[in-house]
């Protein structure tokens, strides 16, 4: 790169001559030579190539990720970012002669068009663990740049403008071939500015533990975002946050108490089998009941259930005490590539969410009015309003008195709406319940509820906190009444129900779907006692128990992957359907044939065996027609109206597994690019699939259609978790 050279010029000597010296000889005479001067880049020339960085990139971000490193001592995120779980609070960016595919092996982030190049020195440490003042918390991180005056009461400049990680160089101490070298290696950071002082674009680590519980946001630290939504900013520093974690604590674990618990108890033990006396959170942090020492790295020993068990200092690629959001977005503008790229991820299983985890207790009550509507009946009972406790999307309920367990259609301040259908969980809680999409109250309702009945609500409700990608599922199968009976669990769990023991002890699926084994923990005598065995492998049915003897209660600790889509309505700005997505997924209860999308829009499991005729590969020949909602056509058909797609009617073997449709198509939201899918759940009666070979990309989230059957099926529309990244044209 040709640098501008400043001209110092023959001026006279004194002070009347001063006053024709040019700004910078001013501030800097005596301090730096001409040739210095020749390699040091003036602020016309760096604002130039800052202004060329703001055209060439989309937004503030990535230029370059970074590799990775692979191996036992590490847990690998993707794209340059992995952890060291035997370094404390510790996360890593960038690899020589990692994995990954990056062009560089260290990461570079382009913030308002200033580049900076990392360095392997620069890695992030995040705030020390949780203790029992916050004992639920999530912390975040990023990168923050700031331009700093290089003076005489402030003379250190850094290599590569990275605080804290490159060398400091005095600039009013060092020779002038040092001063020389260091205008030369850092003219992307460094520059003579037009008042003749000498100015550097600082980048330094971030990381701030959550103010709360919840998902934290820079704004607790004072940060606003700017009108791009690219940057925080905050006195003049440019915060690029692109990333949070959830802390594993330093108490006990136990499932109630304190399910983010390290720890173990007293005389080496778990939750279930020590012997000291363990009632309350408190008791998760008394010392005098904690193994000491134990929860940590340097301990090696872990209270928690995941396999190989988890300490509260590490932090970890997934799950419980890992990263939830990876929001390292490209600062190139995403391509039509990119979204296909994407779509291959989420086919095969890898694409990353998150979701928030949730909690259930166990309310017993009993009915005191029963009431009619058009469809059925609704209940009131002596608990009263239960919407604080019982989230429709996830809760349930039990009617001890005849034996019949069910979904809550819809949950008022005052009725509450029973269905029989599992597709009710899906569809939105109204403030005002109506009838058909509204609620699904006319989705298969119970209507045998009688005043007097003892009815139990598995209350599951959300918590603040999120995880991301795989993360440990809790499962408790149970009667309502033994739960309540048992110390253990009575209060609660972080997880969900698992419905009814079965007679004989026979095998139970998991709420969510199998990723990995994980632990079983039983009892037989309401808690007094337990045991450990094993969940089961990923399998067709998506069985969890491998136990086959009858327990009282089942503990099912198992791997699941957090949900990847969410339901949207179709946005303003959307980008058309580019393509159909590859498969129609039935029963492939393999990863790589979609299942995890399916979860995330239909809220149920496929569970068929692996063969050929249990999935779909759809092809864009299979769509006959397809508009935007400008109109302008994908198809050449231009005798269908706005937001109708046809393809080829599903014709796919006989399965009793859950099954969907979906095709992909693409939005911008915000100037980010993300995938949204038009999807429809499928089912089999007997003779085919109900499939009238459409799809309706309407502006809805989600609601229910009849399908060919009669069958009440959801469709909706939703994208997934994480956008692509920025966009600057449209594709």
Known sequence: MAFETISLGSQPAGTGGDTARTAFEKVNRNFLAADVLAAAMSQAQF??????????????????????????????????????????????????????????????????????????????TLPSHPTSVLPERMDMYGVESEKVEISSASPNAYQGGLRGVGAAVNLFSATEQQKKDFFAQNSNTTYIGSDGKIY??????????????????????????????????????????????????????????????????????????????????????NPSKLHAGSGSI????????????????????????GICRDMRYSAYSVTTEDFFKAE???????????????????????????????????????????????????????NKTRGVLGYLAAVEE????????????????????????????????YT??????????????????????????????????????????????????????????????????????????????????????????????????????????????????????ENVTVPLDFLGVVSIHPTAVVSMFPSGYGVFLGESLINKVATDSPTLDRVSACTPAMLEYCTTDTGALYGGHADYSIGVNRHSVISLSASTSSAFKAIRYNVSVNQQGFIQYAYAELKYNGTNWGDAGT?????????????????????????????????KNTL
């Open 298 to 321: 340097a301990s090696g020993k872990s209270g928690r259930p995941e396999i190989g068990g988890r300490y509260y200092d590490a932090i970890y690629a997934n799950g419980h005490g």
């Open 47 to 124: 604002d130039a190539n800052r202004n060329a960085n703001k055209e060439l990139y989309a937004a503030s971000g990535w230029v370059n990720f970074g590799n990775h490193e692979s191996g036992k001592q590490v847990n690998e995120c993707k794209s340059g970012l992995y952890t060291a779980i035997t370094t404390p609070n510790t996360l890593l960016i960038g690899k020589s002669g990692g994995v990954g595919g990056s062009k560089t092996d260290y990461a570079s982030v382009n913030i308002d068009g200033v580049v900076f190049n990392l360095t392997n020195q620069f890695v992030l």
């Open 344 to 398: 291959l991820a989420v086919e095969s299983g890898e694409y990353r969410g998150f979701q928030r985890l949730v909690y259930t207790k166990v309310y017993r009550a009993t009915i005191t009015l029963v009431g009619q509507y058009a469809g059925g009946r609704y209940i009131r009972t002596d608990l009263g309003d239960i919407r604080g406790v019982a989230d429709k999307r996830y809760s349930m309920f039990y």
């Open 695 to 727: 799809f309706d990309i309407e502006t809805l989230a989600i609601a229910t259609r009849t399908d060919l059957n009669g069958n009440t099926v959801l469709v909706g529309n939703a994208k997934l978790k994480e956008p692509l990244g920025w966009i």
């Open 414 to 445: 005052i009725n509450t709406y029973l269905s029989l259908s599992k597709t009710v969980q899906k569809l939105p809680n109204p403030n005002q319940v109506g009838v058909g999409e509204d609620g699904g109250i006319d989705i298969e309702p």
């Open 200 to 285: 550097q674009w600082q980048l330094y680590r971030v990381s701030f533990a959550g103010a709360t519980g919840g998902v934290p946001s820079p704004t607790e630290q004072g940060y606003s975002l700017n009108s791009f939504g690219d940057l925080w900013l905050k006195a003049g520093k440019n915060l690029l946050y692109f990333g949070n974690t959830l802390r594993l604590n330093d108490g006990g674990y136990h499932p109630s108490f304190n399910p983010l618990g390290a720890a173990k108890f007293v005389g080496d033990t778990f939750w279930y089998n020590t012997a000291t006396s363990i009632t309350s959170k408190a008791d998760c942090f």
């Open 448 to 565: 045998e509820s009688q005043v007097g009945d003892v009815i139990y609500f598995i209350g599951t409700a959300e918590l603040p906190s999120s995880v991301g990608d795989v993360f440990l599922q809790t499962d408790i199968i149970a009667d309502p009444e033994v739960i309540l009976a048992t110390p253990a669990i009575a209060n609660g769990w972080e997880g969900r129900w698992g419905g009814l023991p079965t007679a004989g002890g026979a095998v139970k699926k998991g709420s969510r779907k199998l990723v990995n084994a994980g632990i079983l923990t039983y009892s037989a005598d309401s808690g007094v006692a337990w045991d450990t065995a094993s969940t089961g492998l990923p399998n067709s049915g998506n069985i969890i128990t491998s136990t086959y003897s009858t327990y009282e209660i089942r503990m099912c600790q198992y791997y699941a992957r957090a949900l990847q889509a």
